[in-house]
């Protein structure tokens, strides 16, 4: 039994994560929020003890502005090599909530975390304060890449209940390698290597999840072309975010235009937001 503690450790809300790295056993924690320099963290610790073996660092600016937003980092989302054979973590990402999207490499002494992304400049930031998902992308590739979705927006303070601030649904495809921001991710809301796609219906119909609940369809086609395939070359800039009947989409992603690096969709009602993990 141990535990941790620090001052840079501020009010946590995102779950530990528990992998390998080298073959040993580790325990990722997030700084959370409000912490003692305002800066987002990744600590790793020795599953075992709980000793503090890596400590990564945005370089987030925490001007407490609501341009700037804060710094501080809730959940993380992790590439699993193998996953439920060994659970060895390949990669590590976070939001924040400046809206900022961050890389961190694990298990090799780095102390700097990279900017993958953000959602936009100065106001037209989005806060991110779920655990991004994480899949293989293109691995056959001469360079392999990471496929990552995740959701903005927040619900922490009584402010929050009362934001109209638009909020939007990502997916990017993003190479694990680069040591620098690709370009196209600087704003992401106005980003042209996005594929701009519209919530275009949800479905009033009963609809069974895991629990037996009632939930609702999403289904999502590109703004400026509503064809569901790259049936010519007219519809090479289609993306559609495909769905079985009378199930919840699967997000499955459909790209043809190759200079395309991945696609947004604004959430579709006032107020929204996704402050939930959800995979």
């Known amino acids: ?11 946590t809300y995102g779950f530990p994560v528990v992998g390998k790295l080298n073959g040993q056993w580790k325990v ?35 001007s407490g502005t609501t341009a700037g937003g804060r710094c501080g980092i809730a959940k993380i989302g992790v590439l699993m090599e193998r996953q439920n054979v060994d659970d060895s973590i390949l990669m590590a990402y976070a939001g924040d909530l400046a ?20 959602t936009g400049t100065d106001a037209l930031r989005q806060p991110i304060t779920t ?3 994480i899949v293989p992308h293109d691995v056959n590739s001469a360079t392999p890449m990471h496929y990552l979705t995740f959701g903005t927006g927040r619900y922490l303070n ?23 921001m690709d370009n196209s991710f600087a704003a992401l809301r106005t980003s042209t290597a996005l594929s701009p796609l519209v919530l275009e219906k949800t479905c009033d119909k009963t609809i069974k999840d895991n629990l037996g609940g009632s939930v609702g369809m999403i289904d999502t086609v590109d703004t400026g072309n509503l ?8 519809d090479y800039d ?16 459909l790209s043809c235009k190759q200079q395309l690096k991945g696609w947004r969709a604004d959430m579709m009602f006032t107020k929204e937001r996704l402050s939930v993990h959800a995979d």
């Open 131 to 133: 655990a991004p998902v």
């Open 238 to 253: 289609t993306i559609t975010l495909k769905r079985a009947a009378n199930q919840v989409p699967a997000g499955d992603l």
């Open 158 to 180: 009584q402010a929050d209940m009362v934001s109209s601030d638009t909020q939007t649904f990502y997916g990017l495809i993003v190479n694990p390698a680069s040591a620098i």
């Open 28 to 62: 990722l924690l997030s700084s959370g929020y409000d912490n003692s320099d305002g800066k987002g963290y990744v600590f790793v610790l020795n599953a075992g003890t709980g000793a503090l073996e890596q400590t990564l660092s945005t370089s987030c600016v925490n």
């Open 99 to 118: 809206g900022n999207l961050w890389r961190f490499k694990l298990g090799d002494g780095s102390s700097q975390a990279i900017k993958v992304a953000q």
């Open 1 to 11: 039994m141990w535990s941790f503690s620090d001052a840079r450790l501020g009010q």
């Open 227 to 234: 064809s569901d395939k790259c049936s010519s070359t007219s």
